[in-house]
């Protein structure tokens, strides 16, 4: 993903990458301190790997491959026009509702939201030996985030939107471009053709007419009268506003949490309802998210606060279930970690901070925290 970074995002991402031993997921020069150049993920284009076709023991692959079979009609298919075909039968035979579980059990159910549908889309390609993987996104001002796939064949990785039905081409017309990946769509300077497999998405009707129809141009005003905005728009806001981006379900992404304590005694972020929802929405720009540690994908996050100098604070994580798994808080810069303590629902810790800017992280290493709401406070 190519975005814009301040000197200061550059050395927090530095520590944070030597510190946990992961890859740094943003590298950047700096130019000058007012300066931006152009920063790029480094998995994007990292070829698969046995993960990549990895199917986990709740899903019935017997009953993936009854769908499979429903939906190659047992032609003989090039690997673009399987995942084609597999995003046509998603995008068509669910209906979009909010679920979870494995794919099996939403496919049975008939309904799911991006989030089970990119998943949904998954498992079937990654049964049909696709090498496939999760792409998501967050703090976007019209949906929230979204949850889409990239499959891998002809040595590249493209990607698949199932929950929309369409695809970004090199050309309007089908069968004389190639589907772009999403780090091709979000960083190349290239004009590019958002194409629809599906007359419109949801139905829960999956027919010859689905299996038949031709990828054509997705009309301008495409999902403008659900969404409030065409598939265009949404799309101009996941290239330019999405941010973090995970690139496969396992991996470690960092929530910004930003916070300024000049003035306000204390800042809430959520409220403590018993709900995750406010959270959920990323309706606050950098306020974390809704859960630490492990889920899709795997998460932490990064505190950038602005305080007096030699200011004691004291952050509340709230959980929304009374049994919880450990928090860890790391100083990164300018800050004490002087005690920590768990009560119910809800973790403490207490800071010193010795500069006007300071980091820190907050994780969970072994399981997933579930964030009610979370609150930092000014002594």
Same mark, same amino acid.
């Given at each position: 993903?190519?975005? +814009?970074?301040?000197?200061?995002?550059?050395?927090?991402?530095?520590?944070?990458?030597?510190?946990?031993?992961?890859?740094?997921? %943003?590298?950047?020069?700096?130019?000058?301190?007012?300066?931006?150049?152009?920063?790029?993920?480094?998995?994007?284009?990292?070829?698969?790997?046995?993960?990549?076709?990895?199917?986990?023991?709740?899903?019935?692959?017997?009953?993936?491959?009854?769908?499979?079979?429903?939906?190659?009609?047992?032609?003989?298919?090039?690997?673009?026009?399987?995942?084609?075909?597999?995003?046509? !039968?998603?995008?068509?035979?669910?209906?979009?509702?909010?679920?979870?579980?494995?794919?099996?059990?939403?496919?049975?159910?008939?309904?799911?939201?991006?989030?089970?549908?990119?998943?949904?889309?998954?498992?079937?390609?990654?049964?049909?030996?696709?090498?496939?993987?999760?792409?998501?996104?967050?703090?976007?001002?019209?949906?929230?985030?979204?949850?889409?796939?990239?499959?891998?064949?002809?040595?590249?990785?493209?990607?698949?939107?199932?929950? !929309?039905?369409?695809? !970004?081409?090199?050309?309007?017309? /089908?069968?004389?471009?190639?589907?772009?990946?999403?780090?091709?769509?979000?960083?190349?300077?290239?004009?590019?053709?958002?194409?629809?497999?599906?007359?419109?998405?949801?139905?829960?009707?999956?027919?010859?007419?689905?299996?038949?129809?031709?990828?054509?141009?997705?009309?301008?005003?495409?999902?403008?009268?659900?969404?409030?905005?065409?598939?265009?728009?949404? /799309?101009?806001?996941?290239?330019?506003?999405?941010?973090?981006?995970?690139?496969?379900?396992? $991996?470690?992404?960092? /929530?910004?949490?930003?916070?300024?304590?000049?003035?306000?005694?204390?800042?809430?972020?959520?409220?403590?309802?018993?709900?995750?929802? %406010?959270?959920?929405?990323?309706?606050?720009?950098?306020?974390?998210?809704?859960?630490?540690?492990?889920?899709?994908?795997?998460?932490?996050?990064?505190?950038?606060?602005?305080?007096?100098?030699?200011?004691?604070?004291?952050?509340?994580?709230?959980? +929304?279930? %009374?049994?919880?798994?450990? +928090?860890?808080?790391?100083?990164?810069?300018?800050?004490? +970690?002087?005690?920590?303590?768990?009560?119910?629902?809800?973790?403490?810790?207490?800071?010193?901070?010795? $500069?006007?800017?300071?980091?820190?992280?907050? /994780?969970?290493?072994?399981?997933?925290?579930?964030?009610?709401?979370?609150?930092?406070?000014?002594?």
């Amino acid at each position: 993903m190519f975005i +814009l970074h301040r000197h200061r995002s550059v050395l927090i991402l530095t520590v944070l990458a030597f510190l946990f031993g992961f890859w740094l997921k %943003e590298l950047a020069i700096l130019r000058g301190s007012n300066s931006y150049i152009e920063v790029g993920y480094p998995e994007s284009n990292m070829k698969p790997s046995s993960r990549d076709l990895f199917l986990p023991r709740n899903e019935d692959t017997y009953f993936l491959q009854s769908k499979l079979e429903e939906i190659f009609d047992k032609k003989l298919l090039s690997e673009e026009e399987k995942a084609i075909s597999i995003m046509k !039968f998603v995008a068509s035979s669910l209906r979009m509702q909010s679920n979870d579980g494995s794919a099996t059990k939403m496919l049975k159910d008939g309904y799911a939201i991006c989030g089970g549908m990119s998943y949904i889309f998954i498992m079937l390609c990654r049964k049909a030996d696709l090498a496939t993987r999760y792409v998501g996104t967050s703090y976007l001002p019209s949906i929230s985030s979204h949850a889409m796939a990239e499959v891998y064949y002809d040595n590249k990785w493209h990607l698949f939107d199932p929950t !929309f039905g369409v695809f !970004f081409y090199s050309q309007a017309d /089908y069968r004389k471009g190639s589907i772009l990946s999403f780090q091709e769509l979000i960083s190349k300077n290239q004009s590019y053709f958002t194409l629809k497999v599906v007359p419109k998405p949801w139905t829960g009707l999956y027919d010859t007419s689905i299996k038949t129809f031709i990828p054509v141009l997705a009309e301008p005003a495409y999902l403008k009268d659900i969404y409030g905005l065409s598939i265009e728009q949404i /799309y101009k806001e996941i290239r330019t506003e999405s941010f973090p981006i995970a690139y496969s379900s396992s $991996d470690l992404v960092s /929530y910004p949490v930003d916070v300024d304590l000049g003035l306000a005694s204390e800042v809430w972020f959520g409220q403590v309802d018993k709900s995750n929802s %406010e959270l959920a929405k990323y309706s606050k720009r950098f306020s974390g998210s809704h859960y630490l540690g492990l889920s899709t994908p795997n998460a932490y996050h990064t505190w950038l606060i602005k305080a007096p100098k030699n200011s004691r604070l004291k952050i509340e994580y709230y959980s +929304l279930t %009374e049994a919880y798994p450990t +928090l860890t808080l790391l100083p990164l810069r300018s800050v004490k +970690l002087i005690s920590s303590r768990n009560s119910k629902r809800k973790v403490s810790f207490w800071l010193e901070i010795t $500069d006007p800017e300071a980091i820190v992280s907050v /994780y969970c290493r072994k399981s997933t925290f579930l964030v009610d709401a979370m609150r930092v406070i000014r002594k």
